[in-house]
């Protein structure tokens, strides 16, 4: 099992749960058993474009040392 693989296995279930209470903030409750395909660009994007915040947020406030 390489690097990437092993990192693969710790990240992508905690990116799933936040994408899930970040989808759950914005009004789409059951985001991970819905279809996609029915909700608009800007509802995806809104997801996405709010988990990329948080994680900056995030990234932010470990090097400010808070």
Do not use: F, I
Request: hydrophobic share 30%; proline share 2%.
């Amino acid at each position: 099992m390489t690097l990437q693989d092993k990192m693969n296995k710790s990240y992508k279930p905690a990116l799933k749960n936040m994408k899930t209470e970040v989808a759950s903030e914005l009004g789409l409750s059951n985001y991970d058993s819905m279809d996609k395909g029915n909700l608009t660009a800007r509802q995806n994007g809104y997801v996405g474009g709010y988990m990329t915040k948080k994680l900056v947020d995030m990234a932010e406030q470990q090097l400010s040392g808070k």
